[in-house]
């Protein structure tokens, strides 16, 4: 079993930044943050490899969003910058069982309670 805590969400003006954070309890292959917005399904923003070699960005973020991983200490990151308010959503941090990446949220095999972030105009 593997749990997962967010932190790091909060409120921010367009053009802003924010970090989140995800820290991991047990062994976690590859990760992801994923979102999900009022009345939307839950979607992959990024994705990172066990290793941290290999990152996944969806095409919404690609440029402003950046996804990072230290295993030492059993946590990941994602840096979002140059926010818009189409990124408000409520953001979980996700773990893979055995799987070295996905990019769907339904591969996903552990789900943290979720952060929300909410980027104002």
């Known amino acids: 079993q593997v749990q997962l805590v967010e932190s790091g969400g909060g409120l921010v003006q367009a053009g802003g930044s924010l970090r989140l954070s995800c820290a991991a309890s047990?062994?976690?292959?590859?990760m992801g943050w994923l979102r999900q917005a009022p009345g939307k399904e839950r979607d992959l923003v990024a994705s990172?490899?066990?290793?941290?070699?290999?990152?996944y960005y969806a095409d919404s973020v690609k440029g402003r969003f950046t996804i990072s991983r230290d295993n030492a200490k059993n946590t990941m990151w994602l840096q979002m910058n140059s926010l818009k308010p189409e990124d408000t959503a409520v953001y979980y941090c996700?773990?893979?069982?055995?799987?070295?990446?996905?990019?769907?949220?339904?591969?996903?095999?552990?789900w943290g309670q979720g952060t929300q972030v909410t980027v104002s105009s």
């Open positions: 996700a773990a893979l069982n055995g799987q070295h990446m996905a990019v769907r949220a339904d591969e996903y095999d552990y």
């Open positions: 047990g062994r976690a292959y590859g």
């Open positions: 990172i490899s066990t290793s941290g070699g290999r990152t």
